[in-house]
Nanobody
Framework: HVQLVESGGGSVQAGGSLKLSCVAS????????MAWFRQVPGKEREGVAA????????YVADSVKGRFTSSQDSAKNTVFLQMNDLKPEDTATYYC??????????????????????WGQGTRVTVS
């Protein structure tokens, strides 16, 4: 079965950096879109970044552009979310998600939370 395991969350001061990891297993890694979402209580999940692991192209939401980047280590079936210059408003639980989204839709950001059927357990990021 599909399994996504996130790690790398924690507490950091404003201006600091964190790198989240998401290890995937149980499906054909190279054909999927891997997306990163974040959620705070009472709000909908917000998509912040994605990478189509087959073509390697990425998407970053305007709200985090210039600070967050997505990358991968395909040999380890792992995607990363590098978060720099963190702000208190970045405080949230971060999730990775995957599904067989087409490459163009993936790296153009043409998706939403409902697009993805497979989710990790989330990792908490707190910025103070």
């Amino acid at each position: 079965h599909v399994q996504l395991v996130e790690s790398g969350g924690g507490s950091v001061q404003a201006g600091g950096s964190l790198k989240l990891s998401c290890v995937a297993s149980g499906y054909t890694y190279s054909s999927n879109c891997m997306a990163w979402f974040r959620q705070v209580p009472g709000k909908e999940r917000e998509g912040v970044a994605a990478i189509h692991v087959g073509v390697g192209r990425t998407y970053v939401a305007d709200s985090v552009k210039g600070r967050f980047t997505s990358s991968q280590d395909s040999a380890k079936n792992t995607v990363f979310l590098q978060m720099n210059d963190l702000k208190p408003e970045d405080t949230a639980t971060y999730y990775c998600a995957t599904d067989s989204v087409g490459a163009f839709d993936c790296y153009s950001g043409s998706w939403a939370a409902r697009t993805f059927h497979y989710w990790g357990q989330g990792t908490r990021v707190t910025v103070s």
